[in-house]
């Protein structure tokens, strides 16, 4: 159990100490909201202030702001939850990527025709982050989260958005050339995935488009050739859409329809990594 910090409101008087407890409070507020995870539909007084390691009085006072401002909702047993604040403010950081009409609609027609979930991850510093995702329909799939957090060093679009965004790096200049990357087991050891880069009008990185599913059924070469192209092919349409080079994806497009996903040549550095989880 963290230590519980002293509280900042009952201490103190003045001009002077309110200015400066004023950046102390926000901290304890997102600590509050940051408190939730991505399994928590609810939590109690006591477990908020356990997680946080504040005062239950310094909670509870926060609590109450934080529900007159939108961003926490009592329930009626008494328990706290999320409010729809943070979904609005979500809205907006979706926007500002100003991607979604152009993904949204590639996102459906990759899971739709592939059977797995399709997504596209941004970098949040040393994290990748889902900023759109469609699942199929089908029972058996990977699920994940809108805004869900992943490490950035683990799983195939984590790959990408290290190739692209650490351009110097030595380590990712396979995934550079070839335009894509596999992971098998990285994050979870029962998924399975294969991202490519969505560039931008100035060539810059955009995302990493992913396809993911359960690792029995990336587990063929055949089924891997058929996301890549896919991936590459979607690829290189959502780039020209944002007015990026299409024509950049072309010789991988050409090299893997050719050759296939095959342990020799070029595509060796990949299927080396698919077994070490």
């Known amino acids: 159990m963290a230590p519980q910090t002293a509280d900042p409101l009952a201490a103190g008087s003045g001009a002077g100490a309110e200015s400066s407890s004023g950046v102390a409070v926000l901290d304890r507020a997102f600590a509050i909201l940051g408190a939730f995870g991505p399994g928590d539909d609810r939590l109690t007084l006591t477990e908020l202030s356990r997680r946080t390691g504040l005062y239950k009085s310094t909670v509870l006072r926060l609590l109450a702001a934080l529900e007159h401002g939108g961003f926490i ?4 047993d008494g328990q706290y939850a999320i ?10 950081y979706q926007r500002s990527f100003q991607v979604g009409p152009v993904i949204e609609p590639i996102l459906q027609q990759l899971s739709r025709d592939l059977g797995e979930t399709a997504s ?3 970098r949040q510093g040393d994290h990748r982050l889902v900023l759109f995702r469609v699942e199929p329909a089908r029972a058996v799939r990977v699920s994940i989260r809108i805004g869900e957090e ?5 799983g195939a679009s984590g790959k ?3 190739a692209f965004t650490e351009s110097q790096d030595p380590r990712w200049l396979e995934v550079r050339e070839q335009l894509w990357a596999v992971s098998h087991g990285e994050r979870d050891p029962e998924t399975a995935s294969v991202s490519v880069p969505v560039f931008g009008a100035t060539g810059e990185l955009v995302g990493a488009l992913a396809l993911s599913g359960p690792k029995a059924r990336f587990d063929m070469a055949s089924t891997l050739t058929a996301a ?15 007015g990026g080079i299409g024509s ?5 497009i050409a090299r893997t329809t050719q050759e296939g996903f095959r342990p020799d040549g ?9 077994g070490s989880g």
Do not use: M
């Open 73 to 76: 909702r009592k329930l009626e």
């Open 83 to 92: 409010g729809p604040q943070p979904l609005r403010l979500a809205a907006l």
């Open 120 to 122: 596209l991850y941004v």
């Open 150 to 154: 992943f490490p950035i060093d683990k």
């Open 160 to 162: 990408v958005l290290l």
């Open 228 to 242: 890549l192209i896919n991936l590459l092919e979607c690829a290189k349409r959502a780039t020209v859409a944002l």
């Open 248 to 252: 950049r994806f072309d010789a991988s």
């Open 266 to 274: 070029g595509l060796k550095f990949e299927l080396q990594h698919l």
